[in-house]
């Protein structure tokens, strides 16, 4: 008995403060690797913004990973994680625990079953055979640097001790299912830079009240970012018109870039080509045809190119009155159609808050984070994964990879 307490205590002690994505990876990693491994949650179960991803189908990774989905302001960073644990070892590590993945849209992994509860389920019951100390309902107020060790302190004032802390709080993204602010606070406590969070990956406002009259309307569409006159970023795909902007496939693409710059004072305008498959001339050509039924109204000419609401709401932006005769129409007014049709400028309102957001951009700047180890370069032992860093990929399961792989090196780190 003596023995084996003598050998329980030469093992290094790792605290692990979140039980998300990262946290539970760093988590079984960690006490892979000998270490003894207290998790610290705050919410009442592990994983619940895991059961949420993918429409509940938890989109664990995609086929494409690639550094080149992922922004920050130090996008080497992503390219030194995945060196050193990248999507073959994500696949191989959820095989090992018994989860095979299956490959759908836009390469897409998802597990074979389709439910996000098999991830968590399966994690939960490696780190109970890890013998993983859980703690649900323990928010950590405090860390603090104490005779060589981690000291945490929970808001119920109990202290703990550890020899390296892996700091995996998450971001502040939906902040419904318990996100807060609480790991970048317990960073910059510590001395680290964090870059202010904005919402990444959720709709558009538009300030023009006329098109909110298209709410519930789908077209594929290409939509441009301006930034001082000059193209900043496009995508292209299903674009959904709401009460109060956009959403969809296409505008969530363009979303980080938009909210980026709208939190520097940047001048935005978003441009959106309903024809992207079709050249301004040919679209011209078309046009000019169409505006040959002299006495035909201009809506219903082009009742055969776009759907009726959209038609009519298109040509109103441009200052055509739907039931005006096409011979009526002047040739700046056949102009200012066609601009609508193919390059219709718009104005972004204010951003849209955390809790319609994917991802929070920004966070811990990577610069004070070795990308080998995933430790902290202000305090020794020190470990932050997952969305905590400055670190944010698009939509597809690229932010979970990034949470795998840093919560995976963190974890290897931190017990050896």
């Given at each position: 008995?003596?023995?084996?307490?003598?050998?329980?205590?030469?093992?290094?002690?790792?605290?692990?403060?979140?039980?998300?994505?990262?946290?539970?990876?760093?988590?079984?990693?960690?006490?892979?690797?000998?270490?003894?491994?207290?998790?610290?949650?705050?919410?009442?179960?592990?994983?619940?913004?895991?059961?949420?991803?993918?429409?509940?189908?938890?989109?664990?990774?995609?086929?494409?990973?690639?550094?080149?989905?992922?922004?920050?302001?130090?996008?080497?960073?992503?390219?030194?994680?995945?060196?050193?644990?990248?999507?073959?070892?994500?696949?191989?590590?959820?095989?090992?625990?018994?989860?095979?993945?299956?490959?759908?849209?836009?390469?897409?992994?998802?597990?074979?079953?389709?439910?996000?509860?098999?991830?968590?389920?399966?994690?939960?019951?490696?780190?109970?055979?890890?013998?993983?100390?859980?703690?649900?309902?323990?928010?950590?107020?405090?860390?603090?640097?104490?005779?060589?060790?981690?000291?945490?302190?929970?808001?119920?004032?109990?202290?703990?001790?550890?020899?390296?802390?892996?700091?995996?709080?998450?971001?502040?993204?939906?902040?419904?299912?318990?996100?807060?602010?609480?790991?970048?606070?317990?960073?910059?406590?510590?001395?680290?830079?964090?870059?202010?969070?904005?919402?990444?990956?959720?709709?558009?406002?538009?300030?023009?009240?006329?098109?909110?009259?298209?709410?519930?309307?789908?077209?594929?569409?290409?939509?441009?970012?301006?930034?001082?006159?000059?193209?900043?970023?496009?995508?292209?795909?299903?674009?959904?018109?709401?009460?109060?902007?956009?959403?969809?496939?296409?505008?969530?693409?363009?979303?980080?870039?938009?909210?980026?710059?709208?939190?520097?004072?940047?001048?935005?305008?978003?441009?959106?080509?309903?024809?992207?498959?079709?050249?301004?001339?040919?679209?011209?050509?078309?046009?000019?045809?169409?505006?040959?039924?002299?006495?035909?109204?201009?809506?219903?000419?082009?009742?055969?190119?776009?759907?009726?609401?959209?038609?009519?709401?298109?040509?109103?932006?441009?200052?055509?009155?739907?039931?005006?005769?096409?011979?009526?129409?002047?040739?700046?007014?056949?102009?200012?159609?066609?601009?609508?049709?193919?390059?219709?400028?718009?104005?972004?309102?204010?951003?849209?808050?955390?809790?319609?957001?994917?991802?929070?951009?920004?966070?811990?700047?990577?610069?004070?984070?070795?990308?080998?180890?995933?430790?902290?370069?202000?305090?020794?032992?020190?470990?932050?994964?997952?969305?905590?860093?400055?670190?944010?990929?698009d939509s597809g399961g690229y932010n979970l990879q990034f949470a795998w792989s840093t919560g995976a090196l963190a974890g290897m780190a931190a017990s050896s």
């Amino acid at each position: 008995m003596n023995e084996h307490r003598m050998k329980n205590e030469e093992r290094k002690s790792v605290a692990i403060i979140g039980g998300g994505a990262s946290g539970l990876m760093a988590a079984w990693h960690a006490a892979s690797g000998g270490a003894r491994v207290t998790l610290f949650e705050k919410q009442k179960m592990l994983g619940r913004k895991v059961r949420a991803t993918g429409n509940g189908r938890c989109n664990i990774t995609n086929r494409n990973i690639d550094a080149s989905f992922y922004h920050g302001r130090n996008p080497q960073f992503v390219r030194n994680v995945f060196g050193r644990f990248g999507l073959d070892d994500t696949i191989g590590f959820f095989r090992r625990i018994g989860i095979p993945f299956v490959e759908l849209e836009g390469g897409r992994l998802y597990p074979a079953s389709l439910q996000a509860s098999t991830v968590t389920q399966i994690f939960e019951y490696e780190l109970e055979r890890l013998a993983v100390d859980i703690r649900l309902h323990r928010k950590i107020e405090r860390l603090e640097e104490r005779d060589g060790r981690l000291r945490l302190i929970t808001a119920g004032q109990e202290e703990s001790d550890f020899d390296a802390v892996v700091l995996a709080a998450g971001g502040c993204a939906y902040p419904q299912l318990g996100a807060s602010r609480s790991g970048y606070e317990l960073a910059a406590a510590l001395g680290h830079t964090v870059h202010e969070p904005f919402p990444a990956i959720l709709p558009i406002n538009i300030t023009l009240k006329a098109l909110h009259r298209l709410e519930g309307i789908k077209r594929d569409c290409s939509v441009s970012v301006m930034r001082s006159g000059r193209l900043a970023e496009r995508s292209s795909g299903e674009l959904l018109f709401t009460k109060y902007g956009i959403s969809g496939p296409a505008a969530l693409e363009v979303s980080r870039t938009v909210n980026e710059s709208l939190c520097a004072g940047d001048t935005l305008e978003i441009a959106i080509d309903f024809f992207p498959d079709t050249d301004a001339a040919d679209l011209e050509v078309l046009l000019s045809e169409l505006w040959s039924a002299g006495e035909r109204p201009a809506g219903l000419s082009l009742r055969g190119l776009i759907r009726d609401r959209l038609c009519d709401t298109l040509l109103r932006i441009a200052g055509v009155d739907p039931a005006v005769p096409v011979k009526r129409l002047s040739a700046d007014s056949k102009k200012a159609v066609a601009a609508a049709l193919k390059d219709l400028r718009l104005r972004p309102g204010a951003v849209r808050p955390f809790n319609e957001a994917v991802v929070a951009a920004g966070g811990v700047d990577v610069g004070e984070v070795n990308p080998a180890t995933l430790e902290s370069g202000r305090i020794h032992n020190l470990y932050i994964a997952g969305e905590l860093l400055d670190i944010d990929g698009d939509s597809g399961g690229y932010n979970l990879q990034f949470a795998w792989s840093t919560g995976a090196l963190a974890g290897m780190a931190a017990s050896s």
